[in-house]
């Protein structure tokens, strides 16, 4: 992604039509229960377009669960989702948190604007369409259906996702919180943004650096290309994040094991991704197999449904069925996917281009097979995109990142550029460790004290690495 940068662009919170706007309305909570919460629920009314801050409104719907002991409140953490196109609106009763953050702080969910409970969007795309955001060359690297998917999917979005489609993007995201900030009473924001949640957060401490607290970014993206970027680091990613399904399938404890060595793991993952681009089985292809590698890779709760898959491969035995979503939860979460990362930023429209890079990547990195680098929505997309925020070292030092070393979709190579970015701003805690999400999410004591201790007291640590924790 190409990205522009003015020189007044960290006041950009300060200028933009959204500040001249008339302040929002405080909020009407009303219940709206998870089991075994108290949370409640709320309608926030925007701007469609923040360059017409009094035309139409569309809603973002929040959510909170009040501290637990007011007496000792510090303020609001707000919990932002990845994605882009994730649901926040139950974050803050599913998600782990521990108990001593639960004491302090409000915790805030919302649904993004395009997404589930607030003014969603579709795509209306086809059965073939939908769902199909990652974009797979042909078993022989070709990407013309790529090409064909890529124009049907562009042409179907600018013909059904309306007029809040053209609004989707992560400024308009930040500039949306930036008014839920004002609607809760509150003059410093705190939060946790997870995945694209990180990039979320990132951009709002740029917009709004003046009205950050605790900032915590888990599982940061690399800032430089954007959304490109991210796509292309998976070829980065899943090369990272393999060998720690390699051991774990080669364990002589394992009842899939799969190989007496983890270095026979992958070559026997490669051939057997190869056959069935050869011959598919019933439910299971070639791409099949890498796209389920890659979203397995994200927990190690993953691997067995890996496993059960190479061994279907590779004995021609029945194929697990992998959970799907809802039709409805599934067009709105590709329209968000898609959109989002299309409105961001520029994309390139050579397909030469895309088939050279395509050759290139198959050769370097087979696992992905090419698909990082390959044509997407975007080359076609029929709106002129925003120009990314560039992140700076331009605010103050409250910036904490957590970031697992082995990550298949953030690697720590782009982690790093964020942490390069942010300068004195961040400091990072790598966690030896595998998988998307590091906070309360692998069982790493010295990861997740280090980030409690900092939400609780405000106190940036130095630049930390954690070992891993027994069992991991």
């Not at 898609?338 to 370097?364: F, I, K, L, M």
């Amino acid at each position: 992604m190409k990205m522009v940068l003015l020189s007044a662009l960290c006041l950009v919170g300060l200028v933009t039509p959204a500040a001249a706007a008339a302040p929002p309305e405080r909020l009407r909570w009303e219940p709206c229960p998870v089991a075994g919460s108290a949370q409640e629920c709320a309608t926030l009314r925007v701007p469609l377009d923040y360059r017409e801050p009094h035309g139409e409104r569309i809603d973002v719907r929040v959510s909170r669960i009040p501290a637990r002991k007011p007496e000792a409140r510090h303020g609001v953490l707000l919990l932002i989702p990845g994605g882009p196109g994730s649901s926040g609106l139950n974050r803050p009763s599913t998600l782990d948190i521990p108990a001593e953050v639960r004491d302090r702080f409000d915790l805030v969910g919302f649904d993004p604007r395009g997404v589930g409970k607030s003014t969603p969007i579709s795509c209306a795309l086809s059965p073939e369409d939908n769902g199909k955001t990652m974009p797979w060359p042909d078993a022989d690297g070709g990407i013309e259906a790529n090409v064909v998917q890529g124009e049907r999917i562009a042409e179907a979005c600018a013909e059904h996702g309306g007029p809040v489609l053209r609004h989707i993007n992560t400024p308009n995201e930040v500039r949306d919180l930036d008014r839920l900030r004002q609607a809760l009473g509150e003059r410093k924001l705190s939060y946790w943004g997870l995945s694209y949640g990180t990039y979320v957060g990132a951009v709002y401490a740029t917009m709004f650096p003046q009205h950050t607290d605790r900032v915590v970014l888990d599982s940061t993206g690399d800032p430089r290309r954007v959304a490109r970027g991210w796509l292309a680091n998976y070829q980065i990613g899943v090369e990272d994040r393999f060998p720690d399904f390699a051991r774990w399938a080669a364990d002589p404890g394992n009842q899939l094991r799969l190989a007496d060595d983890p270095a026979a793991v992958r070559p026997l993952f490669l051939d057997l991704a190869a056959k069935l681009d050869r011959t598919p089985m019933p439910g299971l292809t070639g791409n099949g197999l890498r796209e389920a590698l890659l979203r397995n890779l994200y927990t190690d709760a993953g691997f067995p449904m890996i496993a059960q898959l190479m061994i279907a491969a590779r004995d021609g035995t029945a194929v697990p069925v992998q959970p799907q979503p809802p039709e409805d939860v599934l067009q709105n979460a590709s329209a968000m996917a898609v959109t989002t990362v299309c409105n961001d930023v520029e994309w390139p429209g050579s397909v030469r281009a895309h088939e050279r890079a395509v050759a290139e990547s198959r050769e370097r990195f087979p696992l992905t097979a090419g698909m990082p680098v390959n044509i997407t929505p975007c080359s076609f997309w029929p709106y002129e995109p925003v120009k990314p925020v560039r992140i700076t070292d331009h605010g103050p030092s409250n910036v904490l990142m957590v970031q697992n070393e082995r990550d298949p979709s953030t690697p720590l190579a782009g982690a790093r550029e964020m942490r390069r970015a942010l300068g004195d701003r961040a400091r990072m805690v790598t966690v030896d460790s595998g998988g998307h999400g590091a906070y309360r999410a692998n069982g790493n004591a010295c990861g997740d004290e280090t980030v409690t201790r900092y939400l609780l007291s405000g106190r940036l640590p130095a630049d930390t690495t954690c070992p891993a924790s027994s069992g991991q």
